[in-house]
């Protein structure tokens, strides 16, 4: 758009051309920046929600966190992370992962040597970092969607503040400068036929 434009009726009908794009394709882009601003929001919902979850299940291991101090290195090498399982799915025409699970490697350890505590340590362990990789996912899911939006958002810019404006000035140049042409061209042929009806007069 910052070319110099022709003057002509080949780039009138180009300019016409454009804008009638620029205004059709603009409402499906203000459509999609508001399925966007709306996954967002719900993005959002979904990680404060798995945040108080996750602080849920922290308040809960106060009462026996001192209990399973000495333990902690045991249980971290009893308890190893296998897989996180994590799909992608389609949302607002935004490959985002969705969380499905966490899934442990358990070592065996012995009942015997164990103090009855270590069982219920090792369950808040998988729930806490089961969590934590949820919030991750959805950390990483709210990132993807909010990053579409900004570019959604000065697509829309471009078009209403940039293209659209100028290509309406462009089209409103070319008709005055037709204009003109087409007026100056009158003059000249009522110039040419005085000169003739005067010789002839002669």
Same mark, same amino acid.
């Given at each position: ?75 971290? !090498?009893? @308890?190893?992370? +296998? ?11 935004? %490959? *985002?992962?969705?969380? &499905? ?41 709210? !990132?993807? @969607?909010?990053? +579409? ?11 209403? %503040? *940039?293209?659209?404006? &100028? ?36």
């Amino acid at each position: 758009m910052s070319e110099k434009v022709k003057l002509n009726k080949n780039s009138l009908r180009e300019q016409n051309q454009n804008l009638k794009l620029y205004l059709e394709f603009l409402p499906t882009l203000e459509l999609r920046k508001q399925q966007l601003q709306t996954e967002v929001r719900s993005s959002l919902d979904e990680i404060n929600v798995a945040k108080k979850d996750l602080q849920t299940i922290l308040d809960g291991a106060k009462s026996f966190s001192a209990k399973i101090s000495g333990l902690l290195q045991q249980i971290k !090498s009893s @308890l190893i992370v +296998e897989e996180i399982s994590v799909d992608l799915v389609n949302v607002a025409g935004v %490959k *985002v992962p969705q969380f &499905q699970a966490v899934r442990f490697r358990k070592l065996p350890y012995s009942l015997v040597a164990t103090p009855w505590i270590f069982d219920s340590a090792m369950a808040f362990f998988e729930s806490a970092v089961s969590k934590k990789e949820q919030i991750r996912v959805l950390e990483e899911k709210f !990132s993807l @969607l909010d990053h +579409e939006l900004t570019k959604t958002t000065q697509r829309i810019n471009l078009y209403e %503040k *940039v293209l659209i404006p &100028q290509t309406r000035n462009n089209i409103r140049k070319i008709k005055v400068y037709l204009g003109d042409q087409q007026t100056a061209a009158v003059c000249r042929a009522k110039i040419a036929k005085n000169k003739i009806v005067k010789r002839t007069a002669q």
